[in-house]
C-alpha cells in the first residue's frame, strides 16, 4: 500500500502543477474615431474619399502589441493584440474622424466597388510607438491625390499623446487620438485643395 501511494504522489504532483500553468486569455483591442466636429471650420461641400493603402513599420506591422521598455529594446505582448490588422484599423479609424471632420458620410476604407472618391489618401507611418503608462507617438507621412486632376498635397504629423491609465486599453485609445490628429492634418489639406479648385 506505502508503495502504491509512492507512484501515486508524482502523479497528483504534476495533476497540479499542470493544473496551474493554464494560460492567460488574449485581449483584442480596436483603434476607434475620436474626432468632434469643428465648428470653427469653414462650410465645404460634398467630399467623398478613400483612405488606403496605410503602410506601417515592419516591427509593429504584428497582432501583438510592441511596447517600448527602453530607447532600444521593445517587448512583444503575446496576449494583448491587435483585432485586425495595423494598416487596416489605421485606414478605418481615420476613415471614421474624416468623416465627422468633413461632415461627409461617403468616406470609405479602399478598395471599395462602385465607389467614385474625389480624394484619395495614402499613409506612410513611420514610428507607432506605445510606452505603457507615459505616451504614444504617430509619426506619419501622407499624401491626398485629386482624381480629377494632377493636383496633390503631401505633410508629415507627428502626434504624441498621454497615456491616460496603465492598461493596453489606455494604448490603443491614446493612439486612437494620436490618429485624430493626423486626420486632422489630411482633412485641412483636402480643404485647401477643393478651395484651390473653385
Same mark, same amino acid.
Given at each position: 500500500m506505502a508503495n502504491r501511494l509512492?507512484?501515486?504522489?508524482?502523479?497528483? *504532483?504534476?495533476?497540479?502543477?499542470?493544473?496551474?500553468?493554464? $494560460?492567460?486569455?488574449?485581449?483584442f483591442y480596436t483603434l476607434d474615431s475620436t474626432a468632434t466636429a469643428d465648428a470653427s471650420a469653414p462650410p465645404t461641400r460634398y467630399y467623398a474619399v478613400m483612405v488606403g493603402?496605410?503602410?506601417?513599420?515592419?516591427?509593429?506591422?504584428r497582432p501583438e502589441f510592441v511596447v517600448q521598455l527602453q530607447p532600444n529594446r521593445v517587448e512583444i505582448d503575446e496576449f494583448n493584440r491587435w483585432a485586425a490588422p495595423l494598416g487596416d484599423s489605421?485606414?478605418?479609424?481615420?476613415?471614421?474622424?474624416?468623416?465627422?471632420?468633413?461632415?461627409? %458620410?461617403?468616406?470609405?476604407?479602399?478598395?471599395?466597388?462602385?465607389?467614385?472618391?474625389?480624394?484619395?489618401?495614402?499613409?506612410?507611418?513611420?514610428?507607432?510607438?506605445?510606452? %505603457?503608462?507615459?505616451?504614444?507617438?504617430?509619426?506619419a507621412m501622407w499624401t491626398v491625390h485629386q482624381t480629377a486632376?494632377?493636383?496633390?498635397?503631401?505633410?508629415? $504629423? *507627428?502626434?504624441?499623446? %498621454?497615456?491616460?491609465g496603465n492598461g493596453f486599453d489606455a494604448l490603443a485609445a491614446a493612439h486612437s487620438r494620436a490618429l485624430a490628429t493626423v486626420s486632422a492634418d489630411i482633412a485641412a489639406a483636402i480643404r485647401a485643395s477643393t478651395a484651390a479648385g473653385r
Amino acid at each position: 500500500m506505502a508503495n502504491r501511494l509512492t507512484h501515486l504522489i508524482p502523479i497528483a *504532483v504534476l495533476a497540479v502543477a499542470v493544473a496551474g500553468c493554464t $494560460t492567460a486569455p488574449s485581449r483584442f483591442y480596436t483603434l476607434d474615431s475620436t474626432a468632434t466636429a469643428d465648428a470653427s471650420a469653414p462650410p465645404t461641400r460634398y467630399y467623398a474619399v478613400m483612405v488606403g493603402p496605410v503602410y506601417v513599420p515592419a516591427a509593429v506591422d504584428r497582432p501583438e502589441f510592441v511596447v517600448q521598455l527602453q530607447p532600444n529594446r521593445v517587448e512583444i505582448d503575446e496576449f494583448n493584440r491587435w483585432a485586425a490588422p495595423l494598416g487596416d484599423s489605421i485606414a478605418r479609424a481615420i476613415a471614421g474622424d474624416l468623416a465627422v471632420q468633413l461632415g461627409t %458620410p461617403d468616406v470609405a476604407v479602399g478598395p471599395l466597388v462602385n465607389f467614385r472618391p474625389a480624394y484619395r489618401v495614402s499613409i506612410n507611418v513611420l514610428r507607432f510607438e506605445s510606452v %505603457p503608462g507615459q505616451s504614444v507617438l504617430v509619426d506619419a507621412m501622407w499624401t491626398v491625390h485629386q482624381t480629377a486632376g494632377s493636383e496633390e498635397r503631401s505633410g508629415r $504629423t *507627428v502626434s504624441r499623446e %498621454p497615456v491616460q491609465g496603465n492598461g493596453f486599453d489606455a494604448l490603443a485609445a491614446a493612439h486612437s487620438r494620436a490618429l485624430a490628429t493626423v486626420s486632422a492634418d489630411i482633412a485641412a489639406a483636402i480643404r485647401a485643395s477643393t478651395a484651390a479648385g473653385r
